[in-house]
């Protein structure tokens, strides 16, 4: 399995970004992928999911923010990320899992599959 992630840069607060992951060897549509991040000397911090390509779940601080969509055509999931804050900075990655459940979605450790990270910069 591998993900590929991109889409991250340089923003001024208010911006907007999209975040990209394409996979191989996982299927956007029945498996679980999605988002977590983390910032400077702090933890790896859950963001977003889609589960199972069904319902999807964010962490309450980017609800109305930010929201996942898929292609999966090309087995592609983004992240679309609007009125950025200072606070977002912080490196994402793309994650993936063929069997997590849904109680452990928000825990780093139930992914199996993890992208290289894209750096999101967010200036005041």
């Known amino acids: 399995v591998q993900l590929q992630a991109s889409g991250g840069g340089l923003v001024q607060s208010g911006g907007s970004l999209r975040l990209s992951c394409e996979g191989s060897?996982?299927?956007?549509?029945?498996?679980?992928m999605g988002w977590f991040r983390q910032a400077p000397g702090k933890e790896r911090e859950f963001v977003a999911v889609?589960?199972?390509?069904?319902?999807?779940y964010y962490v309450d601080s980017v609800k109305g923010r930010f929201t996942m969509s898929r292609d999966s055509a090309k087995n592609t999931v983004f992240l679309h990320m609007n009125s950025l804050k200072p606070e977002d900075t912080a490196v994402y990655y793309c994650?993936?899992?063929?069997?997590?459940?849904?109680?452990?979605?928000?825990?780093?450790?139930?992914?199996?599959?993890w992208g290289q990270g894209t750096l999101v910069t967010v200036s005041s």
């Open positions: 060897g996982v299927t956007s549509g029945r498996d679980t």
């Open positions: 994650v993936a899992s063929r069997s997590i459940i849904l109680s452990s979605i928000k825990s780093a450790r139930g992914y199996n599959f």
């Open positions: 889609s589960f199972r390509g069904s319902n999807t």
